[in-house]
């Protein structure tokens, strides 16, 4: 900016918008704080902040009660499974509307965009349904498809975006020069496209990690992800503050670090390259 | 240009993603408008035949429906004016110098990766439970009668959980908007004489004008068919239920699908009604 700051105003500016930040992310150092203490100590009154016994307790009796390894598990295998899919399926469909448009090409990618606009619940039973008769219900097979299919508008948008950006004439140059197909794609493509498909990947992996309702109306046992296992925790026993906090901070750990990764890809994968 | 045979290439690689979403839309699409004119209760007798527009009928004129979208309406329009209010003002005081803008900036973000079933959670127990919360500890401190938050002001609990997980969507969608701000016509203002609060309404404001059309349409869909907050809180009651909730109720607690298929149409129009703006923008923004 070219306008003189004075220091003051910078000073201010800094202290008002730590104090906002530090206020929203509060809940989530709450929670971190609260999994290192004692049950008792997570409940005390006054609240204890920064000063109690810090212990390990709480992630460890949460692995051993409930097999907290076999939920994170298939939650990766969930998330990673439909984002590999997606990507699958998605990087021929988006290349070949970045490069060989058609008259169509709006629409289909508009089309493809309102699908994500159906609302879950209007389809519920169907899928449900589906899913029992074809014996899905409660497994990763299962829940790994329906979520590549939800975020499948997302993962093609995303890379067309992105693939729109990369100059035709490069691979103009590449056929030229003889390159099938096949080639143009593998050696002139892909290495210009790395960045986009390794942004797309990360939103979506967050987006299928975080992903709430299919996880809970399609799972029990067997193939609950993390969403599930945590809200197992809305109707605990007993004193369980500092286990949900330990859970609970496990489960979220991960995302918020792919996240701070994926902040600018955030408003163009969620904003279907509406703002820019 | 494309020769023929790239032409058909494309089609071909185009086909397997829109043959999964054309099915994915349509399949089970279709069997909710075909359950939604059947008396179909699984647990009880199955297919129990043809019953017309019933179904409709009786979803519209159950004592839950007004109600229901009620509490849809209120959630909706709490949780957009919120972080739409306070993710404007929260992008102008990010775009300021300062130091450490960067950390900020992730803080402020953070809430939106946290899962819906955690952030629900933890508001509910660690914050909102009425003897060990803080915010009962808050209200003690002052002398003040600590609330049952999820029972005696249910409504304005989950909006407080919703703002608190899309704030950071809208503030980081307004904050991109504002940077591509031209800094010259600002100034030029300045210079002028303009103060603040005109600079902000005829030349920021305007300038976003875009950007909150886009949050609040894409909030608006996914606030449509929030579950997770509302499933690991209240479970719908205290005047919590919204259409979705309600939707999800008939149709899985209670199994009467032909009911909950007829509600869950009237929810697939809904979300298109909203859709279509949300299209045009998104169309208009391709063709540039």
Redesign the interface.
């Known amino acids: 900016m070219a306008r003189n700051v004075t220091n003051k105003r910078k000073i201010i500016n800094t202290a008002a918008a730590w104090t906002v930040g530090l206020l929203i992310f509060f809940p989530i150092l709450w929670t971190i704080l609260t999994s290192f203490k004692t049950e008792a100590t997570a409940i005390a009154d006054p609240p204890v902040f920064l000063f109690f016994d810090w212990t390990l307790d709480n992630y460890r009796v949460v692995q051993e009660r409930s097999d907290y390894m076999r939920f994170l598990w298939n939650s990766v295998i969930i998330a990673g499974g439909s984002t590999f899919l997606g990507i699958l399926v998605a990087v021929p469909a988006a290349w070949s509307m970045a490069f060989v448009p058609s008259a169509r090409t709006k629409d289909i990618l508009l089309w493809m965009l309102s699908t994500k606009m159906l609302p879950a619940v209007g389809v519920l039973y169907p899928i449900y349904l589906i899913f029992i008769k074809m014996g899905l219900l409660d497994s990763r097979v299962g829940l790994t498809i329906v979520l590549m299919l939800i975020n499948l508008p997302i993962i093609v948008w995303m890379l067309y975006t992105y693939f729109r950006e990369i100059p035709g004439e490069i691979l103009e140059a590449a056929r030229m020069d003889g390159a099938t197909l096949k080639e143009e794609i593998l050696y002139v493509l892909t290495p210009m496209a790395v960045p986009g498909i390794a942004s797309t990947v990360l939103l979506n992996f967050i987006l299928a990690w975080n992903e709430a309702f299919w996880t809970l109306n399609l799972t029990a046992a067997k193939a609950a992800p993390l969403t599930a296992f945590i809200a197992s925790y809305s109707s605990p026993e007993g004193l369980f503050y500092a286990k949900l906090s330990a859970a609970s901070t496990m489960a979220i750990a991960p995302i918020l670090i792919l996240g701070w990764f994926s902040q600018k890809q955030l408003v163009r994968g969620l904003t279907f390259g509406a703002v820019k | 240009m494309?020769t023929k045979a790239?032409?058909s290439?494309?089609?071909l690689?185009?086909a397997?993603?829109?043959v999964?979403?054309l099915g994915?839309?349509l399949?089970?699409?279709c069997?909710?408008l075909y359950?939604s004119f059947k008396k179909y209760l699984p647990l009880r007798g199955g297919d129990l035949g043809w019953v017309g527009f019933e179904n409709y009928v009786r979803f519209f004129s159950s004592s839950a429906f007004w109600p229901s979208v009620q509490a849809t309406l209120v959630i909706v329009g709490g949780v957009l004016v919120i972080t739409v209010v306070f993710g404007i003002l929260?992008a102008i005081?990010?775009d300021?110098?300062?130091?450490?803008?960067g950390?900020?900036?992730?803080?402020?973000?953070?809430?939106?990766?946290?899962?819906?079933?955690?952030?629900a959670?933890?508001?509910?127990?660690?914050?909102m439970d009425p003897v060990?919360g803080?915010f009962a500890?808050l209200w003690k401190?002052f002398g003040a009668t600590p609330i049952e938050w999820l029972s005696q002001a249910s409504m304005t609990s989950l909006i407080i959980i919703v703002s608190?997980q899309w704030?950071?969507?809208a503030t980081?969608?307004l904050l991109?908007?504002i940077q591509?701000l031209d800094?010259?016509q600002l100034?030029a203002a300045?210079m002028d004489g303009a103060p603040p609060l005109s600079r902000f309404g005829y030349i920021t404001l305007p300038h976003l004008s875009?950007?909150i059309t886009?949050v609040v349409l894409?909030q608006t869909?996914f606030l449509?068919?929030i579950?997770?907050e509302i499933?690991?809180?209240t479970q719908g009651s205290f005047g919590t239920k919204t259409l979705?909730y309600l939707?999800?109720q008939r149709?899985?607690e209670s199994q009467n699908?032909g009911l909950?298929?007829a509600g869950?149409?009237f929810?697939?129009i809904?979300?298109?009604f909203?859709?279509i703006f949300?299209?045009r923008?998104?169309?208009k923004?391709?063709?540039a």
Request: proline share 6%; hydrophobic share 65%.
């Open positions: 494309a790239s032409r290439a494309a089609r690689m185009m397997p993603a829109v999964l979403l994915w839309m399949v089970p699409l069997m909710t359950f929260l005081l990010l300021q110098p300062m130091w450490g803008q950390i900020v900036r992730i803080l402020v973000i953070a809430p939106f990766f946290v899962m819906p079933t955690v952030s959670l933890v508001w509910k127990n660690m914050f060990n803080l500890h401190f608190w704030l950071p969507f980081l969608i991109t908007a591509s800094s010259e100034e300045e875009r950007a886009v894409i869909i449509l068919s579950f997770a499933f690991v809180t979705t939707i999800y149709v899985l699908v909950g298929s869950g149409i929810a697939v809904l979300a298109n909203i859709a949300l299209m923008i998104v169309g923004n391709l063709d």
